[in-house]
């Protein structure tokens, strides 16, 4: 079922073809996730769409330093909308 589930694969066309937007975000300091993955997968994505101008006009990745699994910690947790 890692085919359907996943989300590995870069290739957002369509995604961004229907007008879709997406926000990305990762928090830094995770124990228990490698912090390294979501950045890793946001560069294929740029990759995959020719490019960070491309790919910024309907994703983007941002990342939060000092953050823990799901909030929490010393870092700014708290999102307003």
């Known amino acids: ?7 590995t694969n870069p290739d957002l066309n369509r995604f961004q073809s229907n007008g879709c937007k997406l ?3 990762r ?3 995770d124990p228990s996730i490698v ?3 979501m950045p890793a997968y946001y560069s294929a994505v740029v990759k995959q769409m ?3 101008d491309t790919t910024h006009e309907f994703a ?3 990342v939060f330093p000092g953050v ?13 909308w």
């Open 1 to 7: 079922m890692a085919k359907v589930y996943d989300a």
């Open 50 to 52: 020719e490019g960070l």
């Open 60 to 62: 983007r990745l941002f």
């Open 35 to 37: 912090p390294t993955g």
């Open 27 to 29: 928090d830094w300091s």
């Open 68 to 80: 823990y699994h799901c909030g929490a910690g010393y870092g700014p947790s708290t999102l307003t």
């Open 23 to 25: 926000i990305l975000y």
